[in-house]
C-alpha cells in the first residue's frame, strides 16, 4: 500500500488559505497560529446554529491526523452521535493523492452545512407584477499554456475561480490547461486577472462565449441564499491527466463539448 504524501506547514497554511478565500460572506473562519499544534481550525456562520471544528496534528500527512466535529450550542446527545457517524461517512471521500485534500473535504461536504435552512419572513409589501429578469446566460473559456507547474498559481486558480463563483478545472503539468464556465462579466474578470499572471506561451483558445448545452443553473458549491448573487462559491477542480479533462468535457457537454480540447491539437488521439 502506499505511503500518503507528506506534507509541511506551508501545505496547510495554504489548505487554510484556500478555506477562507472560500467563505461566503457570513462565514468566518478562525486558526490557531502556525507554530501550535495540533493546528486548530473553526468555522461558523450568523446564518447557521452549526459550527465545524477541525484539529490537525503534527506530522499532518492523511486523514488519520485529522479530528473534524460539526458543533452546537444547542446539539443534544443523539443529534451529536448522530453528526459523528456522519463526519466518519463523508471522510471516506478523503484523497490522500489529492493537492489541498482538507480543502476539497470541508468545501464539497461540511461548508454547506452552514447554509441557512430558512429566510426569515419577510416583512408584507404591496403586490407588484413585475417580469423577473432571466438568469445570465452561462458562458466558457478555454486557455492553454506551454506549462502549468507553479505551486502559487495553481493555488490562486482555485482561489480566484472560488471568488468569482466558475465551475471548471485546471490541468497541471505540459501544456497547462484552464476551462472555466461562468457569466461573462466574471469569465472576462478572470481571464483578466489569470492573463496578468507571468506565463510562457499563454493563449486563449475558445471563448468567452455562450456554452451550447450548459444549463444557466450552472451549479457552483453551496449555494445559499442571496450569497454571491445566489451563485455559490464554484466548483473547481485539478485534473492530473489529458484523457481526464477530456472526459470532464464530454461528461459535461457530450463530444461537441470534448473537442474544444480536440480541435487545438490537444488529446487529438483520443
Keep these: 500500500m502506499d505511503e500518503a504524501p507528506s506534507r509541511t506547514h506551508d501545505d496547510l ?14 462565514e468566518h473562519l478562525r486558526s490557531s497560529p502556525s507554530t501550535a499544534w495540533p493546528r486548530i481550525v473553526d468555522i461558523s456562520s450568523r446564518d447557521s446554529k452549526l459550527s465545524l471544528h477541525v484539529a490537525v496534528q503534527e506530522g499532518y500527512a492523511s486523514k488519520d491526523d485529522v479530528t473534524l466535529e460539526v458543533r452546537s450550542a444547542e446539539m443534544g446527545r443523539d443529534e451529536a ?3 459523528k457517524t456522519r463526519v466518519v461517512d463523508k471522510m471516506d471521500s478523503w484523497d490522500d493523492d489529492d493537492d489541498y485534500p482538507l480543502y476539497q473535504l470541508l468545501t464539497t461536504h461540511f461548508l454547506p452545512l452552514l447554509a441557512p435552512t430558512s429566510s426569515p419572513s419577510p416583512v408584507p409589501a404591496p403586490v407588484e407584477f413585475t417580469i423577473p429578469n432571466p ?7 478555454l486557455l492553454v499554456s506551454h506549462h502549468l507547474l507553479s505551486s ?10 472560488s471568488t468569482l463563483s466558475l465551475t471548471g478545472f485546471s490541468k497541471p503539468g505540459h501544456p497547462g490547461i484552464m476551462y ?16 496578468s499572471w507571468n506565463w510562457l506561451a499563454l493563449r486563449v483558445r475558445a471563448g468567452p462565449e455562450v456554452v451550447k448545452g450548459e444549463s444557466e443553473d450552472m451549479g457552483g458549491k453551496g449555494k445559499e441564499n442571496g450569497a454571491r448573487g445566489g451563485k455559490g462559491r ?5 485534473l492530473e491527466k489529458i484523457s481526464e479533462a477530456l472526459e470532464w468535457l464530454r ?8 473537442r474544444l480540447l480536440i480541435d487545438v491539437g490537444v488529446g487529438g488521439g483520443k
Design 13 to 26: 497554511d495554504i489548505e487554510i488559505e484556500l478555506l477562507s478565500s472560500s467563505l461566503l460572506p457570513a
Design 251 to 258: 461528461d459535461r457537454g457530450g463530444r461537441e463539448r470534448e
Design 135 to 141: 438568469p445570465p446566460q452561462p458562458y466558457h473559456v
Design 152 to 161: 502559487t498559481k495553481r493555488k490562486n486558480l482555485i482561489s480566484l475561480s
Design 81 to 83: 452521535a448522530q453528526w
Design 234 to 238: 464554484g466548483d473547481w477542480v485539478e
Design 180 to 195: 472555466a464556465i461562468g457569466s461573462l462579466p466574471d469569465l472576462e474578470e478572470w481571464v483578466r486577472e489569470v492573463k
